[in-house]
């Protein structure tokens, strides 16, 4: 039973340019959140897709967006990169209707110089 | 961003040691997830607590969701090397929307 799956693992961008970041759910779940995670910090929720559409989202600005597609795979998308972007991007499925157990993938590091 | 408040913020024990550690928020939440995060991985989930006063417990892990839903215990039996790493809670309020914890970081002396 495959777990959650992020790619790439590392990102070295530039201030400015634009990042999508990938993720795969837990075999049998529907939705996904992407959190982001700064250096010593807890996870900071970004949004929650569900039904291919964004059903929460926290205090992020409009430069991040997401898509979850048909087979409730999902990608996050930075736009106009900013230093304070660097961090471990944390993707997580659960399955609606039982619960809140949310499961983790290991992350992308994303750097931005 | 919003986090919850954990305490202790790092702790050193000896091997075989009991642990404690809780999380506080000044607002109400319906569900309280427990994690461990090694360095370099996601977090994992430990345990998941969906009812006020509910003590639910996985394996040495016993975690408690407190009467008043603003706070969560989590306790860990007879310590070993390998609980190293950094706790976190997580509540769940109405809304899909987790707030994390600020995390406890914990240390075992063999």
């Not at chain 1, 972007?85 to 949310?102: F, N, P, T, V």
């Not at chain 2, 809780?22 to 345990?47: A, H, M, R």
């Not at chain 2, 190293?84 to 063999?110: D, E, M, N, P, Q």
Request: proline fraction near 4%; aromatic fraction near 12%; hydrophobic fraction near 30%.
């Amino acid at each position: 039973d495959a777990g959650v799956t992020q790619s790439p693992t590392h990102l070295i961008k530039t201030r400015g340019q634009q990042v999508t970041l990938r993720c795969s759910p837990k075999s049998g779940h529907d939705t996904v959140s992407w959190y982001q995670q700064a250096l010593g910090q807890g996870p900071q929720f970004i949004f929650q897709y569900y039904e291919e559409e964004e059903r929460q989202r926290g205090n992020f600005p409009d430069r991040f967006s997401g898509h979850q597609f048909p087979n409730y795979s999902s990608e996050l998308n930075v736009n106009a990169l900013l230093l304070g972007d660097s961090a471990l991007y944390l993707c997580a499925s659960s399955r609606a209707g039982l619960g809140y157990e949310q499961y983790f993938g290991p992350g992308t590091r994303l750097t931005v110089t | 961003g919003q986090q919850l408040n954990q305490s202790p913020q790092s702790m050193f024990i000896q091997e075989g040691e009991d642990v404690s550690m809780n999380c506080t928020s000044s607002s109400i939440f319906n569900t309280w997830l427990w994690y461990k995060q090694d360095p370099g991985e996601g977090p994992v989930l430990l345990i998941a607590l969906y009812k006020a006063g509910e003590l639910t417990s996985n394996g040495r892990l016993t975690a408690q969701f407190g009467i008043t839903r603003k706070d969560s215990f989590l306790n860990i039996s007879a310590s070993i090397p390998s609980d190293v790493g950094i706790y976190f809670c997580a509540g769940i309020s109405g809304t899909y929307k987790y707030i994390f914890g600020t995390g406890t970081r914990l240390k075992v002396l063999a």
